[in-house]
């Protein structure tokens, strides 16, 4: 698979989607709303999480937040109280520099903000950028439920800079490396003059709002440089978010493919995108959240079953948790695992450890070796060196939280957490046709 003169049709769509997913979800809440309207116009019906659940079958989605869930069901009588799911996760957040409640400042005649570091970015990576902003607004709105209400906002003008110093005037990062200081080094500039701008006004204006009724906000940095596919060949795409937007992606195009799959089926497919992943998930609609138990179980009482029947559900249940893959980095090979080389375009990534960093056991993987191989990708195993440190994902958090079966796997990807990362083209398709088989297996 990763020979790759020519790639075929279908890679190209689903990277040329992808790339559109990603221009368009500079933000989790933007992520969210991408995903839903690609989940609407397929004929999927969104809840408000204060309705009662529908107790027709049927194709549903629910956000909170920069979290979403979206299942299809087409089970009815008695087997549809406590019929299993096969659910695919993801996360939708991604490290970079976020606004602070106050962040008016002025120093040696520069407007700047300030930022605080969201998740385990690579700072260095935010440097000599272009940055517009993006997320979420909270306004006063006698109409909306606590007279509150939500819109999101984004801006692609290039408004935020981070400037590096010059070399000259700091020799020593040739030989010692780039040091930054997190609250020092990282506020970036938008505007000279010896006072503050107004963000508060700024955001007012952007957003159609007078000041005295923009209450809060959730704003994010995003590079202004679109997805693109690079190399001599077009085999790779590069593009900020990468980690984990290319799951998420990958779990929406899967789960319209299951549901086009002949019915009725002896699972219920669900896809869950989380928010809060790179922080720890601990939040109303993180992985650690009732989120995803709390609908699961909704799905069940709708069909009318009661709580023996939502656990016998849990019991039959497997949880495939998606996040992307290091790949074989070629500068740093010794960095890696050397029985367990990862290639970009290789195929999706079952990720194991032994410590369970991972959720991944013996089960667990055997589910997502037949959903490859009933797919006809080839699987790869990452496996992390025994004298490095292991990352995690939502996968353990959710095992916890259901009981359920859970593997966890990815996508091949370098410069991970970086401003800008890349990953194969021919992987996308391969990955989606992966889950849409662990979604639907034969």
């Known amino acids: 698979m990763n020979q790759t003169p020519a790639l075929s049709a279908r890679a190209?769509?689903?990277?040329?989607?992808?790339?559109?997913?990603?221009?368009?979800?500079?933000?989790?809440?933007?992520?969210?709303?991408?995903?839903?309207?690609?989940?609407?116009?397929?004929?999927?019906?969104?809840?408000?999480?204060?309705?009662?659940?529908?107790?027709?079958?049927?194709?549903?989605?629910?956000?909170?937040?920069?979290?979403?869930?979206?299942?299809?069901?087409?089970?009815?009588?008695?087997?549809?109280?406590?019929?299993?799911?096969?659910?695919?996760?993801a996360h939708t957040d991604s490290p970079n520099l976020r606004i602070k409640p106050r962040p008016d400042r002025a120093h040696a005649g520069w407007q700047m903000l300030g930022v605080e570091v969201y998740g385990g970015a690579l700072t260095n990576s935010?440097?000599?950028?272009?940055?517009?902003?993006?997320?979420?607004?909270?306004?006063?709105?006698a109409s909306a439920p606590g007279g509150v209400g939500q819109r999101l906002f984004r801006t692609d003008d290039p408004v935020l800079r981070v400037s590096q110093l010059a070399i000259h005037l700091d020799r020593s990062v040739r030989t010692e490396g780039l040091q930054l200081n997190d609250q020092q080094h990282l506020a970036p500039h938008w505007g000279l003059?010896?006072?503050?701008?107004?963000?508060?006004?700024?955001l007012a204006d952007l957003t159609g709002v007078d000041p005295q009724d923009l209450l809060a906000w959730d704003a994010m940095t995003h590079d202004l440089t679109p997805a693109r596919r690079i190399g001599a060949d077009g085999e790779l795409i590069a593009s900020g978010r990468l980690d984990n937007l290319a799951t998420s992606y990958a779990a929406v195009r899967a789960l319209l493919e299951a549901v086009s799959a002949p019915s009725p089926q002896p699972w219920i497919p669900?896809?869950?995108?989380?928010?809060?992943?790179?922080?720890?998930?601990?939040?109303?609609?993180?992985?650690?959240?009732?989120?995803?138990?709390?609908?699961?179980?909704?799905?069940?009482?709708?069909?009318?079953?009661?709580?023996?029947d939502y656990l016998r559900s849990l019991a039959g249940s497997v949880v495939a948790s998606g996040d992307m893959?290091?790949?074989?980095?070629?500068?740093?090979?010794?960095?890696?695992?050397?029985?367990?080389?990862?290639?970009?375009?290789?195929?999706?990534?079952?990720?194991?450890?032994?410590?369970?960093?991972?959720?991944?056991d013996s089960v667990g993987a055997a589910a997502?070796?037949?959903?490859?191989?009933?797919?006809?990708?080839?699987?790869?195993?990452?496996?992390?060196?025994?004298?490095?440190?292991?990352?995690?994902?939502?996968?353990?958090?959710?095992?916890?939280?259901t009981g359920a079966t859970t593997v966890d796997f990815g996508a091949p990807v370098l410069s991970m957490h970086s401003t800008r990362e890349i990953c194969g083209t021919l992987d996308q398709a391969a990955y989606a046709a992966a889950l849409a088989a662990f979604l639907a297996p034969a």
């Open 270 to 308: 669900v896809i869950v995108l989380f928010d809060h992943e790179e922080v720890g998930s601990t939040s109303e609609r993180g992985a650690q959240s009732t989120f995803l138990p709390a609908w699961l179980e909704r799905v069940v009482l709708a069909a009318g079953g009661g709580r023996e």
């Open 368 to 401: 997502f070796a037949l959903a490859c191989e009933q797919a006809g990708v080839p699987m790869q195993t990452f496996v992390t060196r025994s004298d490095l440190p292991c990352g995690s994902t939502v996968g353990p958090t959710t095992s916890a939280l």
């Open 193 to 202: 003059g010896p006072e503050p701008r107004s963000f508060r006004g700024w």
């Open 126 to 141: 935010w440097l000599d950028r272009d940055l517009g902003l993006s997320g979420r607004v909270a306004v006063r709105d």
């Open 325 to 360: 893959a290091h790949a074989t980095h070629p500068n740093y090979a010794e960095r890696h695992e050397p029985e367990h080389p990862i290639l970009m375009n290789g195929g999706p990534v079952l990720k194991v450890n032994a410590n369970l960093r991972y959720a991944t």
């Open 12 to 89: 190209t769509q689903v990277a040329e989607g992808l790339c559109s997913y990603l221009d368009a979800s500079p933000s989790p809440f933007h992520a969210v709303d991408t995903a839903a309207a690609l989940l609407t116009e397929a004929g999927f019906t969104e809840l408000a999480e204060t309705d009662a659940t529908p107790v027709d079958p049927g194709r549903y989605l629910v956000r909170r937040g920069g979290s979403l869930v979206a299942w299809a069901s087409d089970v009815v009588g008695e087997r549809a109280s406590h019929t299993p799911f096969r659910v695919v996760g």
